[in-house]
């Protein structure tokens, strides 16, 4: 593939595609289990898509795992986003970016 092909922005929304989506929801259903999290929403934008996680319904989202195709040749275009707006992991490879919510290596400070 010719990087200026790929670096070309999609037309119509940004969406998740089957198997991003199995991971997300992977992940979302490991934190139900533990008792973490209790609801989400996907949206999809011209430039960006956004699964956001909400500890109870109606409450501002806990974190957002974000998706911005036109990052993917620079810093890549997954993005973990918390609570204040602090980006707290950001990759190229999707699992990886995941890694930021193992138990062992990411704990909930109240």
Same mark, same amino acid.
């Given at each position: 593939?010719?990087?200026?092909?790929?670096?070309?922005?999609?037309?119509?929304?940004?969406?998740? /595609?089957?198997? =991003?989506?199995?991971?997300?929801? #992977?992940?979302?259903?490991?934190? &139900?289990?533990?008792? +973490?999290? *209790?609801?989400?929403?996907?949206?999809?934008?011209? /430039?960006?898509? =956004?699964?956001?996680?909400?500890? #109870?319904?109606?409450?501002?989202? &806990?974190?957002?795992? +974000?998706? *911005?195709?036109?990052?993917?040749?620079?810093?890549?275009?997954?993005?973990?986003?918390?609570?204040?707006?602090?980006?707290?992991?950001?990759?190229?490879?999707?699992?990886?970016?995941?890694?930021?919510?193992?138990?062992?290596?990411?704990?909930?400070?109240?």
């Amino acid at each position: 593939m010719n990087d200026a092909v790929d670096a070309e922005p999609q037309a119509g929304p940004v969406f998740f /595609d089957r198997r =991003e989506l199995d991971q997300i929801l #992977r992940v979302y259903g490991r934190m &139900v289990a533990s008792g +973490e999290w *209790r609801d989400y929403a996907m949206i999809g934008h011209r /430039d960006v898509a =956004e699964f956001a996680v909400f500890r #109870r319904s109606g409450d501002a989202p &806990v974190y957002r795992i +974000e998706k *911005r195709p036109s990052l993917r040749l620079k810093q890549g275009q997954w993005a973990v986003i918390g609570e204040g707006g602090m980006v707290l992991k950001r990759g190229r490879d999707l699992p990886q970016v995941l890694r930021v919510f193992d138990s062992r290596r990411f704990t909930v400070v109240e």
